[in-house]
Nanobody, 125 residues
């Protein structure tokens, strides 16, 4: 059974930083791309960032470019999202997602076949 467990969310002031982590079990982590999505209250889930299985290629939503960095540690089955210069509009539940293939990155949710339960990030103004 594949499980994705996120951690690292919390409450932070605008301009602050948080680091989210997602640990994956039940599949060969190093063979699959990984992504982060977020869902704010009353809004649809949206793409944040993704990284290929090798870690060589990253992709970001325009709204987080230059502020967020995705990374992975294949030895620890972990994908992380470093979030800097946080804004109130970054407030959301953040979900990690496992790609169907090594190169399944991008904004389309169809490219991901497993999802975590999410971790809450709240940015106060």
């Amino acid at each position: 059974q594949v499980q994705l467990v996120e951690s690292g969310g919390g409450l932070v002031q605008a301009g602050g930083s948080l680091r989210l982590s997602c640990v994956v079990s039940g599949r060969t982590f190093s063979s699959h791309a990984m992504g982060w999505f977020r869902q704010a209250p009353g809004k649809e889930r949206e793409f944040v960032a993704a990284i290929t299985a090798s870690g060589f290629t990253e992709e970001y939503a325009d709204s987080v470019k230059g502020r967020f960095t995705i990374s992975r540690d294949n030895a620890r089955n972990t994908v992380s999202l470093q979030m800097n210069s946080l804004k109130p509009e970054d407030t959301a539940v953040y979900h990690c997602a496992a790609g169907a293939t090594a190169y399944s990155i991008g904004a389309s949710e169809n490219r991901y076949n497993y999802w975590g339960q999410g971790t809450q990030v709240t940015v106060s103004s």
